[in-house]
């Protein structure tokens, strides 16, 4: 298996606190590292499921 | 949570003035993620990167929103502004209640989803404008639970409209899909269809007509009281959606809430670290359909933090080991969003697949790691359990952990020297490899060990035979070879085979839930097979279970006399074999390497039109390599 580049890290900015109306206007460049790196964990397939269930239990 | 930050944008924290903190996990909070455990604190720290998280997508979502404009609003719901204006008006009330919306798992599922969605990601069948009128829906739970005056207009799921964690109003099925008017004055909740209304009024917890309101279970444990949700109706509550709501009967509600208490009892004696952690970390239950005895279904995902989706147990113990098994996943998909545990495949990779002892199908390494960490926590329960456990329970309990601990190890033996392993994904494997050698040295009774090792046995050989396949150049090399009448198969015959998923396979797991059934109730509906009680389960494998593997092996050799060979036919003579010394090379090979003898025997059948004896083929195959050799490899 060839070895990717290595991995981001801990990159989830810290919104603690910040209300909800001033989320809309957040302009930063961390605010919009990790909104990059979101948005591709979400179209990473591993991202949407991490279950416990077995396909054949599922029905 | 060490959160070194400034403060140019309200965030709190001491960081340079020109960036926000980003989170970190603590040194004590990384370490007992990383062995498997995490106390209420940690659950803390997940909780709030969780939070930024989510705000984050949050954010993302009113960007995509705003950018489409017409595309998500003006249909029968609320803007996608409206709903956020209502958001931001409740917050200044009632703070902690957004929170609680917001934070919810159902809420995950739903921002991720609606993202992928309003990304051209996702191909749900629901409209659009459903998918982003959620917010409203989310925007109104928030302002009833405040008390806070509103009317606003929302998706209604064939005539379900839910508010998420208060209750659901039920109005005539106007169609598939359609909106509905929520509106709160002075404390008085209404929710009006087409020509309908529900008027709830100011209990929003007493069932009125058309009202359903949301059951929420306190799980009392001495020294505190954590509450659960058990959620019927959010659109979002099975990680898929929107689906409508699973309304549960009284008498359902009744088991689930003796369940949860008795699961909840034992946790708080065996996994009280467990059982402190899931105060917080637990959010909500979604009920699923019940399933067969010994086949619980239940699943959590890593963008719906805190919430489990199960079917009814059979028993409190097996629905603690369900829960730990999930809170499991929890954790680690939270750890996941921090720190990653494997380097991402580069896009022209292809992805390898590997043997999960406790899966129907070949799993990628994400999957694998989660599904080691999960089991992990089911062992170190079983662990504990065992020595609480009483009367049948007590071997039950046994067998659960000679199980897991066994089939724990073998796979993090299979993973790690993976080259995708971060620092930390290395280190995840070195502690849980550490803890789970010491299990293996730990002493578990002779008869329950043998039935776990014969049922660890079953489900690899199973696997085996139904996803691997040697090369087609060894297997025609050793029809040839046979019809020579060499004395041994050919040397390609040892090579590493191939992985070819089979996408039939199912029920692989028969052999251990037999075992439970023996281990339980020895006479019980499980022994006839006509009954059906064990899925998966053919007339060889109950004989097998009961012990008797001379009837098995005869059972099975006149079906494949007589041409029934079906797969997982091949490994169950293997076991069947076992214990018998003129036997032993075809049953070594059988159990070790199935897919030798049914591919070999298929392309005889194929080329000939007659069937070679299984015994004699396994035997002559088993006469070259008595090796566990358990390499294989992808074919693309």
Known sequence: MERAEPPAGAGIVDLSGVPLERLRTLDYPDVSESLERLLGDLDDPHSVRAGGSNPSHAE | MRSDAGNPTGVRGGAPPDRPAVHRLSADGLRALLGGDGDAGVIGELSRAERSRRMLLLRAFLDRAEALGPATSGHPTASVTEAWDLLVRTQRVSPEVVEAVLMAPGAGTWVSSALRRLRDRDESLAPLWAVTGHLASLAATAATRAGVDFSLSVPAHRGFVPLPGVGCAVLPAGGDWAGARISLDGGDLRIAGEGNEVRVGTDFARPSPGWLPARRLVLTRSGSAPELLLDEHGPYRTFAGPSVPRILSDSEALAWESALADAWSILGQDEPTTAGAMGPGLASLAPAAPRERFRPYSSSAGEAF????????????????????????????????????????????????????WRDDPRPLEGLLQGIYAFFGVARFWRAHMRRAEGGQTALARFEFALWREKVWSALRAVQHQERLTLVGGRLLEILAAKCAQWLDEEVSDCELRIARQAIADHRARWREHHLRPSSKAVSEAVRAWRRGDDSPPAAMSEAADLVPDRHAAYLDTAAVLARHRLTAPEGDWTAPARGAVRGAWEADILLARGERASAARTLLHDARAGNLRTGTWSSLGLALAGDPAMASASRLLIHHPE?????????????????????????????DSRDDDGWVLRG
């Open chain 2, 306 to 357: 805190g919430g489990v989706n199960a079917s009814l147990p059979d028993s409190g113990a097996q629905l603690a080991a369900t829960l730990v098994h999930e809170f499991q996943h929890i954790k680690l998909g939270a750890l996941t969003h921090l720190e990653p545990l494997l380097h991402p495949l580069k896009p022209a990779s292809e992805e390898e697949l590997f043997y999960a002892p």
């Open chain 2, 596 to 624: 030798r003898a049914r591919s070999v025997y298929e392309a005889w059948r194929e080329e000939d039109g007659e069937r070679p004896d299984p015994v004699s083929l396994a035997g002559w195959l088993g006469g070259a």
